[in-house]
């Protein structure tokens, strides 16, 4: 990295979403900050997603961007499958996730983000935006959410559970693991690794990313909380496991959530 701010690979993973494709390359090809690497992965869509790549490489160009865009379209074995290929394929120094119908926050994102590096940092973080399909504010994860985002974040932060959010955590590209295919928690497995390997975590103190609301694990709420248990469990061992999932029981019969 001498000579040069951090490469900031940045992957949108994609399947039959070209109605939300555009407008999430577009928040990233118009960052101000011009040491971007945009990956598209995409499962072999079967809509018009191939035809909304065309239009955003074609943007990228006529913006004259120094950002390095790169696409890819096959099959997968799913949404973790596709991640892993992301992360294979980028060459950044940080890796970053933001899938289809997801945003990132403004133009100065990323540029205000890397004000908080410092060549030990490992990990960036901060909040995310729940949005609605019309990109309705519903209010930040911490607001929304009974769990806050940590001013501190380590991997002993995630005992009960995901307390940042995926589209705003930024990680070491040569920290990171593969994801667990087949588990819907395989994100917070994915974070905790990165944690448990990470010198440094920094709170940014942004909110870094607009988060469309929905996804696999709320459509699939019982399979989710399961394949947590498991994940949880793997780091934490089964009795503290087991105490931190009554409490979390009990904080959602008394406070609803």
Same mark, same amino acid.
């Given at each position: 990295?001498?000579?040069?701010?951090?490469?900031?690979?940045?992957?949108?993973?994609?399947?039959?979403?070209?109605?939300?494709?555009?407008?999430?390359?577009?928040?990233?090809?118009?960052?101000?900050?011009?040491?971007?690497?945009?990956?598209?992965?995409?499962?072999?869509?079967?809509?018009?997603?191939?035809?909304?790549?065309?239009?955003?490489?074609?943007?990228?160009?006529?913006?004259?961007?120094?950002?390095?865009?790169?696409?890819?379209?096959?099959?997968?074995?799913?949404?973790?499958?596709?991640?892993?290929?992301?992360?294979?394929?980028?060459?950044?120094?940080?890796?970053?996730?933001?899938?289809?119908?997801?945003?990132?926050?403004?133009?100065?994102?990323?540029?205000?983000?890397?004000?908080?590096?410092?060549?030990?940092?490992?990990?960036?973080?901060?909040?995310?935006?729940?949005?609605?399909?019309?990109?309705?504010?519903?209010?930040?994860?911490?607001?929304?959410?009974?769990?806050?985002?940590?001013?501190?974040?380590?991997?002993?932060?995630?005992?009960?559970?995901?307390?940042?959010?995926?589209?705003?955590?930024?990680?070491?590209?040569?920290?990171?693991?593969?994801?667990? !295919?087949? %588990? /819907?928690? #395989?994100?917070?497995?994915? &974070?905790?690794? @990165?944690?448990?390997?990470?010198?440094?975590?920094?709170?940014?103190?942004?909110?870094?990313?607009?988060?469309?609301?929905?996804?696999?694990?709320?459509?699939?709420?019982?399979?989710?909380?399961?394949?947590?248990?498991?994940?949880?469990?793997?780091?934490?061992?089964? !009795?503290? %496991? /087991?105490? #931190?999932?009554?409490?979390? &029981?009990?904080? @959602?019969?008394?406070?609803?959530?």
């Amino acid at each position: 990295m001498l000579g040069r701010p951090p490469l900031i690979s940045i992957i949108t993973v994609t399947y039959n979403s070209a109605h939300l494709l555009e407008a999430t390359a577009y928040s990233v090809l118009e960052q101000t900050y011009p040491y971007i690497e945009y990956l598209i992965i995409d499962g072999a869509s079967t809509d018009h997603t191939d035809l909304i790549i065309q239009l955003i490489e074609s943007a990228n160009d006529r913006l004259l961007n120094t950002k390095r865009f790169r696409h890819f379209s096959e099959a997968d074995k799913g949404l973790y499958d596709a991640m892993n290929k992301g992360q294979r394929l980028a060459t950044g120094d940080f890796v970053w996730f933001l899938n289809a119908g997801d945003r990132l926050m403004e133009r100065q994102t990323v540029e205000k983000m890397m004000q908080h590096y410092s060549p030990s940092v490992d990990v960036l973080f901060g909040e995310v935006m729940h949005v609605t399909p019309t990109r309705y504010h519903l209010g930040t994860r911490s607001e929304l959410m009974t769990q806050k985002l940590p001013e501190t974040l380590t991997w002993e932060s995630l005992r009960m559970g995901m307390v940042v959010c995926h589209q705003a955590f930024v990680v070491r590209r040569s920290i990171v693991t593969d994801y667990m !295919l087949d %588990n /819907l928690a #395989a994100d917070i497995d994915w &974070v905790i690794n @990165a944690l448990k390997r990470s010198r440094k975590n920094v709170n940014t103190h942004l909110v870094l990313a607009e988060y469309l609301v929905g996804g696999i694990s709320k459509q699939r709420h019982k399979r989710s909380l399961f394949d947590r248990y498991w994940v949880l469990k793997k780091h934490y061992g089964w !009795l503290p %496991n /087991l105490w #931190a999932h009554l409490k979390i &029981v009990w904080r @959602a019969m008394v406070k609803g959530g």
